[in-house]
């Protein structure tokens, strides 16, 4: 569906070009008005228009002045041009202005239509040529390093990826990694200060760095890289041969490990520390290889500078590892701050999932979830400006009492019921929020409906026209122009049970400068003129 813009500063003539079209007939879903230039461009900030339609000769801004700034912001914007002035300069002007269409006054509804009919012709046409398949090939080739850093990203960050997506990205991405084969991750931390270095100058070193990894290794192994959210570079290691690692490759990628350490303090005359994970397999394991890499970095390197650690090297004492699902990107706190509601949902199942396999274990780790239920459900609340019995009420000290003794599955009750709670809260809170929202702005438009647009609704209630629009529609039922328009014609009607009052004045106290415009809608929606309508009384 495509959108319009009518601009002229002679109101009658915007309001019922608006109304001139089978708009809807023709695959256009709205039409916006607009009575000078300046108001044309404001408009255009918050609405995507397909087409302006436009007069030359304009009080303030001319027509012509509002296609050039058109054609500088918004270059898929095509433009009519409607004028009474049949003079070449201005046509040759509208030309250079790669004007889609160039109509004398007075133009029959016939003719604007097919107008308008040929440019949504054409428009469809340049979008075909926009996806062709070879300029898409050339401009998705481009952005390939870019997917496949992020793909990597979202890998090490717990993104889970069905089997098959993550089988049609690599296909996608062109990358050569087998799945379910082994291969080992390579963590970078980089030890220098670039704190006086501007964005550009450390996206090059840093450019340098991942192109000397990569060419140290391009030899033998296939390798991904990407950078993390603490600036470590990552790198993803397999081998090009189609047996698993072995002893002799784990030296080779340790040698080829210290050489890139090597090579960029020699070239770059920069410290580095590396630590390699262990083996595991692609990409299942690259979570888990990811995050032993950095436990090294906290447990076993400090602070130490141009250190070189291989996971092989720990010794793992511990019996017990954190739930992964718990920390997994995103987190139950960044689901819920955003109210993803049936993505919070999904992520207690397989928090549940996983702490019922955890057998002995379960007892210390439904804790773990407890306090961070707990912890998720009251910084929701508080954000919203609520205490948390206000929502629980007398659960209150069943959701504060921690009991040693639970198991999993009234821990789950517990944290699937408080769920519903928070959730039932949050939409009866939007509900009341929206419900006095739109109350303000109708008493707003009653009160103002000789004057009232849209822009004055949503400067009155603080919000972004776009907004007002669509709450309006979607609490209402109706468009904002089409309220606007029933409450005037309600209005015209009180009005002339008045004996005192001429049409004229009547136009005027419901907003219509023009009393012939006035008549003509008050026919449309009623059937009859307000001077019939007067005589029936």
Request: with cysteine; charged share 25%; hydrophobic share 40%.
């Amino acid at each position: 569906m495509y959108e319009i813009l009518i601009v002229d500063d002679h109101t009658h003539l915007v309001d019922s070009l608006a109304i001139a079209l089978p708009w809807e007939q023709m695959g256009i879903s709205n039409v916006y008005k607009a009575y000078s230039g300046e108001e044309a461009l404001e408009l255009l900030n918050y609405r995507s228009v397909d087409i302006v339609i436009t007069d030359i000769q304009m009080n303030g801004m001319s027509g012509l002045e509002l296609i050039n700034k058109i054609n500088e912001k918004w270059k898929n914007t095509k433009a009519v041009i409607i004028t009474g002035y049949d003079e070449f300069q201005y046509a040759k002007a509208a030309i250079q202005q790669q004007v889609s269409a160039y109509l004398l006054k007075p133009v029959s509804n016939e003719e604007l239509e097919q107008t308008l009919r040929n440019i949504m012709d054409k428009i469809i046409e340049e979008g075909n040529e926009l996806v062709n398949q070879q300029k898409f090939l050339y401009r998705f080739r481009e952005s390939l390093p870019n997917l496949r850093e992020m793909f990597l990203f979202d890998l090490i960050s717990g993104k889970n990826y069905p089997q098959a997506v993550i089988r049609d990205k690599i296909q996608l991405y062109e990358l050569p990694f087998q799945l379910e084969k082994d291969a080992i991750l390579l963590c970078m931390r980089v030890e220098e200060d670039y704190s006086d270095r501007d964005l550009y100058n450390l996206s090059l070193i840093e450019y340098a760095m991942f192109n000397i990894v990569e060419e140290i290794y391009s030899g033998k192994y296939h390798v991904m890289h990407c950078k993390d959210s603490y600036d470590y570079l990552i790198f993803l290691i397999q081998s090009q041969q189609i047996e698993d690692q072995d002893s002799n490759s784990t030296v080779a990628i340790e040698d080829l490990a210290r050489l890139s350490q090597h090579q960029i303090k020699l070239y770059l005359k920069a410290k580095v520390s590396i630590v390699l994970s262990n083996w595991g397999q692609f990409p299942h394991d690259t979570l888990a290889m990811y995050h032993s890499a950095l436990s090294i970095y906290t447990d076993y390197i400090g602070y130490q500078t141009e250190s070189f650690f291989h996971a092989a090297q720990k010794k793992e004492s511990s019996e017990i590892q954190p739930l992964s699902e718990l920390y997994r990107s995103q987190t139950l706190m960044e689901l819920i701050d955003i109210e993803q509601w049936a993505a919070f949902e999904d992520k207690l199942a397989r928090i549940f999932a996983e702490l019922e396999e955890a057998g002995n274990g379960a007892r210390e780790y439904g804790f773990e979830v407890y306090v961070a239920l707990l912890q998720t459900f009251s910084y929701y609340l508080h954000k919203k400006g609520k205490r948390i019995f206000d929502v629980f009420g007398r659960d209150i000290e069943k959701m504060l009492k921690v009991d040693a003794s639970w198991s999993v599955e009234p821990l789950k009750e517990w944290a699937f019921s408080s769920y519903v709670q928070i959730k039932a809260y949050s939409d009866s809170r939007s509900d009341n929020i929206r419900s006095d929202l739109m109350e303000r702005i109708r008493h707003f438009i009653q009160q103002n409906v000789q004057t009232v647009t849209l822009q004055t609704v949503a400067d009155y209630v603080n919000l972004h026209p776009v907004y007002v629009s669509n709450l309006f529609k979607q609490e209402a039922g109706e468009n904002f122009s089409n309220y606007v328009h029933r409450l005037r014609m309600e209005k015209a009607v009180q009005l002339l049970q008045r004996k005192d009052l001429k049409i004229s004045q009547i136009a005027l106290e419901v907003g219509y400068q023009k009393p012939q415009y006035f008549i003509k809608l008050f026919k449309a929606h009623y059937g009859m003129t307000p001077q019939e309508y007067k005589n029936s009384l």
